[in-house]
């Protein structure tokens, strides 16, 4: 765990990322994603880390938590369950509120940083 008075710092580029996990067979749509995720720190108040996911297309909810990522690299989109789009390519950053739900569309291998907060809800 991340303390006050310590700095945790990674390359991207050179994460040895753990093994890859798949994403559950009654969320996928197209494709057969899986995903590596590399914790950072985590707490019972955040984890933060980063998140690689390849190509396909399945759904989400939050639920309990929100969350802020960044996009690294990859390109994709989220697919609001009100059909709204939100492309995703590096440099963009968003943030998912809890009870946000809608899809991953994932068109190239796709790098996140997050950071996820639970809600207590």
């Known amino acids: 765990m991340i303390t006050n008075d310590t700095l945790a710092h990674v390359n991207v580029a050179d994460l040895d990322w753990p093994e890859a996990v798949e994403?559950?067979?009654d969320r996928i749509s197209e494709?057969?994603?899986v995903a590596r995720t590399f914790v950072l720190d985590a707490g019972p108040r955040h984890e933060v880390g980063y998140w690689r996911i390849t190509p396909g297309r399945f759904t989400?909810?939050?639920s309990g938590y929100?969350?802020?990522?960044?996009?690294?690299s990859g390109r994709g989109a989220l697919i609001h369950a009100n059909g709204e789009r939100t492309e995703l390519r590096p440099?963009?950053?968003c943030a998912m509120g809890d009870g946000w739900n809608g899809e991953w569309l994932v068109e190239e291998e796709l790098t996140k940083a997050y950071t996820i907060v639970p809600t207590g809800a």
């Open 23 to 25: 994403i559950a067979a």
């Open 31 to 33: 494709g057969a994603p």
């Open 60 to 62: 989400t909810v939050h």
């Open 66 to 72: 929100l969350e802020f990522i960044q996009i690294l």
């Open 91 to 93: 440099g963009v950053a």
